[in-house]
């Protein structure tokens, strides 16, 4: 059985949770390898709506352990939260989720320096959820952190987290707005830790075990390619590493363990904070985009900013993270659209640039150079058949084909589990459509 990665080709926001949702059937473990609760995944079916931040959306098949690897960061509080409510929604969560005693924690002076740093920026705002996920990898870096399996010995737990708090005191003390967490605060950030003990192991040997005894992988990648600590828009990413690559190692297992990457990517293109975006959209288009398509944070509830998709940018994706099939979402969003642009190019200074830059002013420079073609102004929600969408739309699917060397196998045309079209392409019928 194959192991794969699902990662977002684009700024995040892609659509991953629904396509790992939908894989998830043909998988028997499902791990989340980066990132925190700043991420944020929906799944919606029937008349059921999820929204996941830390939990693998595989938790919503029945048959599928979900893991949550030493390479993410946990908010204690924000992860019980989670079980909660998705238990109350009559979901199996705690017999079926290993999280790692690695995985480092998110305190309450973490997420209270994120908000003071990113309030102090003024108009250089990074557009950071403020949740702490920065300065938490920030320590385990500098190896301050605190790992979750300190669970086990509440004694050492409370004495690092005091220390801890207080260093974090000291770096809040150079912001004069922020407010310091109160010690009630950080004692329920230690009982949250202690909360959670049961639900700790050693996910890396059990990824290990699962492999050797044949047992199929399915990586959860949060955020987005572009959005890569060291190839994304820097210094507008995230903390943590994005691309496929990374999975594999951040869970303990070998990079060749690895045996396909599916990228997520969005018929459009958006992107949420601040940071250089070419083919933003700030007209009434690029609102029809964010209304229709939804483009609300899950995590946050900020809306999106909007543009056309930009072929520049999801070529350096497909190239940096091996991405060997395509999922394609929000494809009925471009119905009404009687023009759809795709950048295939940039310009800057009379120069045409066909790679993406690598300093983010640069890029903020470039000027797209669009190729047109005609919108299809036919409804395509819900189709499940690629033969039944309108021909224009199979021409715009074909073109991003051409533009990005890869196989689309996936459309999305809805919200739901089951507005979905798959297209089993060899061969990648192997890994990329067992569904």
Known sequence: MPNVVVVGGQWGDEGKGKVVDLLCPAFDHVVRFNGGNNAGHTVRFADRHFALHLIPSGILQPNCRCLIGPGVVIDP???????????????????????????????????????????????????????????????????????????????????????????????????????????????????????????????????????????????????????????????????????????????????RAIDGVLGVFKAYATRVGSGPFPTELTDNIGEHLRRRGNEFGTTTGRPRRTGWFDAVAARAAVRWSGIEAIALTKLDVLDEVSEIRIATAYTDGGQTIEQLPDDAEDLANATPVYELMPGWQTNSSAVTAFRKLPVLAHRYVARLEELLGVPVVMISTGPRREETIVRHIKPFTTWAVRI
């Open 77 to 255: 509080i924000a992860l019980l939260d989670e079980v909660r409510l998705i238990e109350e929604q009559a979901v199996s969560v705690r017999p079926r989720l290993l999280v790692s005693a690695r995985a480092h924690i998110v305190l309450p002076g973490h997420r209270a320096l994120d908000q003071a740093r990113e309030s102090s920026r003024g108009a250089g705002k990074l557009g950071t959820t403020g949740r702490g996920i920065g300065p938490a990898y920030e320590a385990r870096a500098k190896r301050t952190g605190i790992r979750l399996g300190l669970a086990r010995n509440p004694r050492r737990l409370r004495e690092a987290v005091a220390a801890a708090s207080g260093e974090l005191a000291d770096a809040l003390a150079r912001y004069p707005d922020a407010i310091v967490p109160t010690t009630d605060e950080i004692d329920r950030a230690v009982e949250a830790v202690l909360a959670l003990a049961p639900l700790l192991g050693g996910v890396s040997q059990a990824l290990a075990q699962a492999s050797e005894k044949g047992e199929s992988i399915l990586f959860e990648g949060a955020q987005g390619t572009l959005l890569d600590l060291d190839h994304g828009t820097y210094p507008y990413v995230t903390s943590s590493g994005c691309l496929a690559g990374f999975a594999a190692p951040a869970c303990g297992l070998p990079a």
